[in-house]
Nanobody
Framework: QVQLVESGGGLVQAGGSLRLSCAAS???????MGWYRQAPGKQRELVAA???????NYGDSVKGRFTISRDNAKNTLYLQMNSLRPEDTAVYYC????????WGQGTQVTVSS
């Protein structure tokens, strides 16, 4: 079983930046990893995903503002979030998508207007 621990969330003003990290207890070398978010009253949605080979996929609302990356040597996943908007406010979750799904506990991101 892989444990995922997110960090880096917090309160930021609109237009600001945050960098989320997700530390995995196991080897993520061959895994597809992703960031999801869930705002109050809304469904959880994919923010960004990155395959083992490095190819990436982004949700339409974050394209050009967020960047997902990984450091396999450190078993860590990152999400650089720039030009943050109030609508980005949500709990952000790290997930090992493939080969087996594992979720982190989530980290709160709040963007004030």
């Amino acid at each position: 079983q892989v444990q995922l621990v997110e960090s880096g969330g917090g309160l930021v003003q609109a237009g600001g930046s945050l960098r989320l990290s997700c530390a995995a207890s196991g080897n993520i070398f061959g895994a597809t990893m992703g960031w999801y978010r869930q705002a109050p009253g809304k469904q959880r949605e994919l923010v960004a995903a990155i395959a083992s080979g490095g190819s990436t996929n982004y949700g339409d609302s974050v394209k050009g503002r967020f960047t997902i990356s990984r450091d396999n040597a450190k078993n860590t996943l990152y999400l650089q979030m720039n030009s943050l908007r109030p609508e980005d406010t949500a709990v952000y979750y790290c997930k090992q998508i493939f080969p087996r799904p594992y979720w982190g506990q989530g980290t709160q991101v709040t963007v004030s207007s």
